[in-house]
């Protein structure tokens, strides 16, 4: 027989899983496939086609019957010289996502605390879960902004061993304060983890930071300014006996050939990316000041390339459902996440894409 397993088989199996892993809930994204896809932060336009063909030609180049190199020095050294780094302390990964798990993994143990600030990024408190460690949230201030206070106090009162800033942070798009990190590091004992992930639109970075203080771990990803969520390659910058141990916990040959080269070609050619979030940046500050013009809608201060929009006077799921059925334009409803009640986040397209949600808004709202 086929096809089902018994109840009992089934409650079994899962009693031998970690309560802390039972007790949380998936990190899951289904979203219907249209036109105009704004919902997740990608860049607007794909990689150039002539970078493609030379990442393919580089590619095809190396041996693919062989592991990717354990180490590859060459990127590592590639993407220190770009942050003046050095290249021992430079930790790739399968995404940044794969690093941020890493360094969570080597750092919290059962009953550790990990302060975030809320809301932020779901991830860290499921992987925070998962180790076994206690989540504590504190609220961001009003106009999301970060409460630099009260984080500090926070982790100083719980003893926390890790803290997590995303900056500029998802979902709301506002960045840390200079001299934020600094306080934490000075005021409290805990590694601070500063997701990058954002950074190359807007807001200060901690990487000048991380250079003096080895409690600071800098992560960034290709996923956004480059352009290469497909590709899934991000890194991390710690001192070098920190990032050693962080590597500890990463998959052996975790980064693909493909990946690799892709890394490659776009450090070398960065020049046309960095042009290209200038263009994001420009359509973002164009498109925010219009779309809070809009009767019953609030925009929030961003340097990410998104806009958190709060709908006021009509409800973010009916004007989520009227987008994409009636335009074809898929946006994020976050609006039960923490603090984000009649929210909807938007992803900084072309301008064909933005004219776009701009007009069906307009067309919704009256």
């Excluded at 052996?252 to 070609?265: F, G, K, Q, S, W």
Aim: net charge neutral.
């Amino acid at each position: 027989m086929t096809g089902t397993l018994s109840a009992p088989d089934v409650a079994g199996a899962l009693a031998l899983i970690k309560p802390s892993v039972r007790a949380q809930a998936a990190y899951t994204l289904e979203a219907p496939v249209t036109a105009r896809k704004l919902n997740q932060n990608e860049a607007p336009e794909d990689v150039p086609a002539d970078l493609k063909r030379a990442i393919l030609e580089r590619a095809a180049a190396a041996p693919w019957h062989r592991y990717p190199l354990f180490f590859p020095q060459h990127l590592a050294e590639r993407v220190a010289a770009r942050h003046g780094w050095v290249a021992e302390g430079v930790l790739v990964g399968n995404g940044s996502n794969e690093v941020i798990q890493a360094a969570l993994t080597v750092s919290v143990a059962e009953g550790d605390v990990v302060v975030a600030p809320e809301p932020t990024f779901s991830l860290y408190k499921l992987l925070t879960g998962v180790l076994g460690g206690h989540y504590l949230p504190v609220p961001l201030g009003p106009g999301f902004r970060y409460d630099v206070d009260a984080l500090v106090a926070r982790a100083r009162g719980e003893r926390a061993k890790v803290v997590v800033l995303c900056s500029p942070n998802n979902p709301t798009g506002s960045a840390l304060p200079e001299g934020a990190v600094e306080r934490l590091v000075r005021e409290t004992d805990a590694l601070v983890f500063v997701d990058e992930a954002y950074q190359e639109f807007g807001g200060p970075t901690a990487v000048e930071l991380a250079r003096r203080e080895p409690r600071v771990v800098v992560l960034r990803t290709f996923s956004k300014a480059m352009g290469m969520a497909g590709l899934r390659f991000g890194y991390a910058l710690a001192h070098p006996e920190v990032a050693r141990e962080i590597a500890k916990a990463k998959l052996p040959y975790n980064v693909n050939a493909i990946t690799l080269a892709a890394a490659e070609v776009a450090l070398e050619q960065h020049e046309r990316f960095e042009a290209r979030v200038r263009h994001i940046v420009a359509e973002r500050e164009r498109l925010a000041p219009r779309l809070a013009a809009l009767r019953g809608v609030e925009v929030f201060p961003s340097q990410a390339n998104f806009l958190l929009l709060r709908f006021h006077e009509v409800s973010p799921q009916a004007v989520f459902t009227r987008l994409v059925e009636e335009a074809g334009i898929l946006v994020r409803d976050v609006s039960r996440g923490p603090g984000l009640a009649g929210c909807l986040r938007v992803s900084i397209g072309t301008p064909a894409d933005n004219d776009a949600v701009l007009a069906a808004l307009v067309k919704i709202l009256g």
